[in-house]
């Protein structure tokens, strides 16, 4: 079974950065996709960033341009750099990961961003 540790959460000011990393029980190159997915109470599970095994990334228009997903092969982590947090970045953050037929979630990690 694949575990996904997420950590790097917490509590930020506005215009503040965190950086999450995802580390995997597995090389994070077996998987087709690995992403972050945020959520807020009363609110479905939205994706935040993702990368594909060449490395491609995409991202969602809300956080195009502050956020920056990579990964590591050899650490088999995943991470998410965050720059210029607003407060409705506020959300408790999932590490996800795809190979065929299986999906994996993390426990998830929260970040508060307020002054």
């Known amino acids: 079974q694949v575990q996904l540790v997420e950590s790097g959460g917490g509590l930020v000011q506005p215009g503040g950065s965190l950086k999450f990393s995802c580390a995997a029980s597995?090389?994070?190159?077996?998987?087709?996709?690995m992403g972050w997915y945020r959520q807020v109470p009363g609110k479905e599970r939205e994706l935040v960033a993702r990368?594909?095994?060449?490395?491609?990334?995409n991202y969602a228009s809300s956080v195009e341009g502050r956020f920056t997903i990579s990964k590591d092969n050899a650490q088999k982590t995943l991470y998410l750099q965050m720059n210029n947090l607003k407060p409705e970045d506020t959300a408790v953050y999932y590490c996800?990961?795809?190979?065929?037929?299986?999906?994996?979630w993390g426990k998830g990690t929260l970040v508060t961003v307020s002054s």
């Open positions: 597995e090389s994070v190159f077996s998987f087709y996709y």
């Open positions: 990368i594909t095994r060449d490395a491609n990334t």
């Open positions: 996800n990961a795809i190979r065929t037929g299986m999906v994996y």
